[in-house]
């Protein structure tokens, strides 16, 4: 399908502006460029009340920020990790896309932020990714959530975070969850798949600042056989909560996030993967720039009210 004539202006103003490529830019640079995203995006919501707090996880106090939407508690919860590629993103970042998902599927959405490589690589967003988790069973409720009803959610490295929390809870008998939302999740840094040749130049995200992005990440590269940083290594997926795969079209990352989601299928997971032709990574952010953005929060609207709605399977 064509590229979607509002992603294509988007990226037309952004090779006009002569943006560096993240893989030749520094970390600096790299996290100034996504901060710029609030740029694309249409006015936030208003939502009931909006609270800052923190979690402990590796010796350090770590921000986040609950949703709480109108209506009456308790309300169903998504945990939310957002994307920047392990490097970069922050809770101001997703603040519009949490409270449209909060307005729209009646739920607290709590942001966790993480510790950021490369100051701290692997596991550290993955240690606080499961940490954050924990956060919400024991507090949410003081909000008006309810912690028997929690979705993951993330995008981007953060869709790769809440896939590797999914794992964690299963694995350490923690929390048990409703469901998973992986919007472009990245999954493997030697994943070879067409969409990384097809779309490795020219669509906001490329090949090369992948590679970057997972450089930056990873100690070494044998952390990229550890299931919690590339959840396609874990030895099963039997057992893991319903998922829903949300990919683009144009990008890199494509292939492999739909991979996972055929696999999590096998293993018997209820599965629901659906690609947004025309569209491009990041697309989820950009409310103002690429209206089509609203398809994609929709998808993720109807799965959560689907998935909590329905009483738990012991």
């Known amino acids: 399908m064509a590229l979607d004539s509002h992603a294509a202006d988007l990226i037309a103003g952004l090779q006009a502006q002569r943006l560096k490529a993240f893989e030749h830019s520094t970390v600096e640079e790299v996290r100034a460029v996504v901060a710029t995203f609030t740029g694309l995006q249409a006015q936030p919501e208003p939502v009931a009340r ?16 609950v949703y709480i939407p ?3 508690a308790p309300h169903p919860v998504v945990l939310y990790f957002h994307g920047g590629g392990f490097v970069a993103g922050d809770l101001d970042v997703v603040d519009e896309p949490a409270r449209a998902v909060a307005n729209g599927a009646g739920a607290i959405v709590v942001v966790a932020t993480y510790r950021r490589a490369p100051e701290h690589r692997f596991p550290a967003a993955a240690d ?14 003081t909000y008006g959530g309810d912690p028997g009803n929690v ?3 993330g995008d981007s490295a953060g869709g790769n975070l809440a896939a590797v929390t999914a794992l964690r809870a299963r694995d350490e008998d923690g929390p048990r969850l409703r469901g998973q939302v992986l919007i472009y999740p ?33 100690r070494s590269p044998e952390d990229a056989t550890h299931p919690y940083a590339v959840p396609s290594r874990a030895a099963s997926l039997e057992g893991l909560p319903p998922a829903l795969v949300l990919t683009t079209e144009n990008e ?7 991979a ?8 018997g997971v209820d599965t629901e993967a659906i690609r947004f032709d025309g569209l491009l990574h990041g697309a989820f952010w950009m409310s103002g720039a690429v209206p089509r953005s609203s398809e994609m929060r929709s998808a993720v609207v109807e799965f959560v009210k689907r998935v909590t709605a329905t009483a738990p399977v012991l």
């Open 260 to 267: 996972y989601a055929g696999a999590l299928r096998q293993a």
């Open 128 to 141: 606080d990714a499961a940490a954050a988790l924990q956060w919400v069973a024991a507090n949410v409720g």
């Open 186 to 218: 990245v999954i493997d840094p030697n994943a070879e798949f067409p969409s990384r040749r097809e779309f490795a130049e020219g669509y906001v995200i490329g090949a090369g600042d992948l590679d970057w992005f997972w450089s930056n990440y990873l």
């Open 70 to 72: 109108e209506g009456q």
């Open 252 to 258: 890199v990352a494509r292939d492999e996030a739909e």
């Open 151 to 153: 979705v993951v959610m």
């Open 50 to 65: 909006v609270v800052d707090a923190h979690y402990e996880s590796g010796g350090a106090q770590i921000a986040l920020r």
